[in-house]
């Protein structure tokens, strides 16, 4: 049957502090909240103890803000996708930001080990008058350890409800996707960081968080692998190709930081974990 673990948080304001209340089954928590920008924002670092999944794991996270919560979580480290027989090991999140929440969902790279049969899923519902900045990235393999993706594949599902939907295959077999010019162009790592709101943006406002983007974008040495868009209103999206985790993660935490402190009027606070 494989390890199945869910972690249920909400996220409320009381006394005009953030709180954050949880409940989990299995082999997933969240450690003590954590306040490094005032009581405004609460910090969570979500733990996986057993630190990867096999075929026939399950991890369920489920993120409720009610109105005028904000809360941002991240994660240790990488989650591993081992390999393993046919069974597929799943990791899907599911959050609801209501009118004036703010979630930011940056978790630490997904690895794809080879022989790797995953699904990873994000679900983000938007209320009125919400803002979110999430990101996803995935590393193929082990390069730098002689470990190439060879064999399985990995699925992908990003969502914001109603706005924005994003699915793709990786099979490790498919090497026009991995080696076409027009797919990955032998990069074994593809990262998406997306700036989104529930109600649409006014233009001067999107053209702002555009430009923030593209211009840490053209002095970056990823510059020409990396791009950014606007397929809907709501919605802005920079995604990166790289054959390393730390130069996209690099990039994106500029990235994050800047629209954090232009966009949202926030500090440009990293969580400390990240440091460590």
């Known amino acids: ?98 009118d004036g929440a703010c979630l930011e969902w940056l978790p630490l790279e997904a690895l794809a080990y080879n022989g790797c049969q995953a699904h990873n899923q994000a679900v983000f519902h938007l209320e009125a008058g919400s803002r979110l900045m999430a990101w996803d990235v995935t590393a193929l393999g082990l390069p730098h350890a002689d470990q190439p993706f060879l064999s399985g594949q990995f699925q992908q599902h990003l969502e914001i409800t109603g706005t924005w939907l994003e699915r793709g295959l990786i099979a490790a077999t498919d090497h026009r996707l991995l080696h076409s010019p027009l797919g990955l162009n032998g990069h074994s790592c593809q990262s998406t960081l997306v700036f989104a709101q529930g109600t649409a943006m006014s233009e001067d406002y999107r053209a702002q968080v555009v430009a923030l983007a593209r211009e840490l974008c053209e002095s970056h040495r990823l510059r020409l692998q990396a791009g950014v868009s606007s397929p809907d209103a709501r919605v802005v999206v920079l995604r990166v190709l790289s054959d390393q985790v730390e130069s996209a993660m690099e990039l994106m935490r500029s990235v994050w930081l800047q629209w954090r402190s232009r966009c949202w009027q926030l500090p440009a606070v990293a969580p400390r974990i990240w440091a460590m």
Request: proline residues 5%.
């Open 1 to 98: 049957m494989g390890w199945q673990a869910r972690l249920k948080v909400d996220y409320s304001v009381e006394d005009q502090r953030c709180v954050a209340r949880h409940e989990h089954h299995g082999p997933l928590r969240i450690l003590k909240s954590l306040y490094p920008e005032g009581d405004r924002v609460c910090h969570n670092i979500l733990v996986h103890p057993p630190s990867g999944l096999v075929g026939g794991d399950e991890l369920l996270i489920d993120i409720n803000l009610q109105a005028g919560a904000h809360a941002l979580l991240t994660t240790p480290g990488a989650t591993r996708f081992y390999g393993s027989d046919a069974k597929t090991a799943r990791q899907q999140v599911h959050a609801h930001v209501a």
